[in-house]
């Protein structure tokens, strides 16, 4: 735990007694703040008496003797109204209303900068907790003391205390920067920006504001430029004189090894000595450093997946590692469970687990990885807009796998594409359905991928649950290969 002595004798207010709210008031009552907590749930106020916090009703309590409330990321902060009582009251106070990372970089500026660690720092809309993870592993086995959090595991505040960490390696949502003032990486990533959480941002120019402040206070950003939204925060960031890579991914082998002639980014990055170009077949080039191959990496499979190891690389140049180190280190990430992740084979054929595409455009990234002859399996709580997006992706499907609310939909739209299907409705259906073509078609189906673009909830506890119970389904199959386990002759 990060012990937060900077308002140390002061009262601060928590409000939200979920895991960043539970350690953010650990650590200032830690660092001697007088913490008040609450939590709307009956839920959130329990975990707050067994973890010793004192519990004070926000929504009525006076709020001139806090110094600040600290705010749960899950608490509406701009969108949607009507807001939180405490939000209203608080800003009518005056009361500086931040996150528990505003509080870790508060405390970090209090470290001498020759002892201070380094923050890596990543966001965008897709990606980030692959990238984050793959960053932390990299700095991980070239010796670095590394502690990973934010959005992803431990609550920042839970980290390892400053004195016994080299490197935070950060993922931080929308909502964690929207609470973060200060948010000063040594360097910042900024993958990409497509429409997400628009009801707590209410617009996609809020959106990507609030995402841009993550780069906005990097010592070195890293920016992919291949959406128009990151590419203007590229440049903005360029014609100041910041330093910044930009990532762009070519899927075209030729062009990736040579110069890129996209005139509206490419000339003002390579003149800029920034540039970075990624194929998921062929290598990464950067400034610095020799290029980086990422063949045939199954855990990081796809075009996506280029533009996560080239901003997880390009953080690990500035940080001191070598391109030769960093190429080594990626062929043992183990990858991340329900993110394309690589479970094995019913020979030849792949199996793979992207659980957590909850959304049309984390599919399209998915689908985009594989050629053809695809068992997809889709399905679960549909989002706006439905499959429709998806449709130049079709022809690689071999077969949909239908499951769970949006079965219905999604048949309608598969129909009017020529797009074969079957109606599963469960998970388990839709497995023994898949395996059974793999076993008995003329054709070779290359892969099995569960790629829902739907959120999970209509079976599911989330998008893990989901994921656990089709490993768990593929395993039992017979004739299932693990991952790692040699095949063939």
């Not at 207010?13 to 609450?38: D, K, P, Q, T, Y």
């Not at 003391?145 to 490197?167: K, Q, S, T, W, Y």
């Not at 992740?341 to 020979?347: F, Q, T």
Request: net charge neutral; hydrophobic share 45%.
């Amino acid at each position: 735990m990060i012990a937060m002595t900077t308002f140390a004798g002061e009262r601060v207010a928590v409000l939200g007694m979920a895991r960043s709210g539970l350690a953010a008031a650990a650590a200032l009552r830690a660092g001697g703040a007088e913490v008040a907590c609450w939590d709307d749930g009956a839920r959130g106020r329990a975990a707050a008496e067994r973890a010793g916090l004192a519990l004070v009703d926000l929504n009525t309590a006076e709020l001139a003797p806090f110094s600040a409330l600290v705010l749960s990321p899950g608490v509406p902060l701009t969108h949607p109204e009507p807001l939180p009582v405490i939000v209203v009251r608080a800003r009518a106070a005056n009361l500086p209303i931040i996150g528990d990372t505003e509080l870790f970089f508060r405390e970090l500026a209090t470290v001498p900068e020759a002892s201070r660690p380094k923050v890596v720092a990543i966001t965008g809309t897709n990606g980030k907790s692959t990238t984050t993870a793959l960053t932390a592993h990299l700095l991980r086995h070239a010796g670095k003391r590394v502690a990973m959090g934010g959005n992803i595991g431990e609550a920042v505040l839970g980290l390892a205390p400053f004195a016994e960490v080299d490197v935070y390696v950060l993922e931080l949502s929308s909502y964690q920067i929207d609470l973060t003032p200060t948010l000063t990486p040594d360097v910042g990533i900024l993958l990409n920006l497509t429409p997400d959480h628009l009801d707590r941002h209410g617009s996609m120019e809020h959106y990507a504001a609030v995402k841009e402040r993550l780069v906005a206070g990097a010592k070195v950003a890293v920016v992919g430029v291949d959406d128009p939204w990151s590419r203007a925060i590229a440049m903005r960031r360029l014609a100041k004189g910041r330093k910044t890579f930009g990532i762009h991914v070519v899927k075209d082998v030729t062009r990736a090894r040579n110069a890129v002639t996209r005139q509206d980014i490419d000339s003002f990055l390579e003149k800029e000595g920034s540039l970075v170009t990624a194929d998921s077949n062929a290598e990464i080039r950067t400034s610095i450093g020799r290029p980086v191959s990422i063949m045939n990496l199954a855990t990081l499979h796809g075009a996506h997946n280029a533009q996560n190891a080239a901003a997880a690389l390009c953080a690990c140049l500035e940080l001191g590692l070598t391109a030769m180190g960093v190429e080594f280190f990626l062929t043992k990430f183990p990858g991340l469970a329900h993110r394309m992740e690589m479970i094995g084979w019913l020979w030849p054929t792949r199996i793979v687990n992207d659980s957590k595409a909850t959304n049309a455009d984390s599919t399209a990234k998915a689908l985009a990885s594989f050629d053809d002859n695809i068992a997809w399996i889709l399905g679960g709580q549909a989002k706006a807009g439905g499959i429709n997006a998806l449709a130049q992706f079709f022809p690689r499907v071999r077969c949909a796998y239908l499951i769970g609310e949006a079965s219905g939909m999604f048949a309608e739209t598969l129909k009017v594409h020529n797009v074969n299907f079957v109606q599963c409705g469960t998970l388990s259906s839709a497995v023994t359905a898949a395996a059974l073509d793999v076993q008995r078609s003329n054709i070779e189906i290359k892969s099995i991928l569960l790629s829902p673009a739907c959120a999970s909830f209509d079976q599911f506890k989330d998008f893990e649950d989901r994921g656990d119970q089709f490993r768990r389904l593929v395993q039992a199959l017979p004739g299932f290969v693990p991952y790692g386990t040699e095949v063939g002759g």
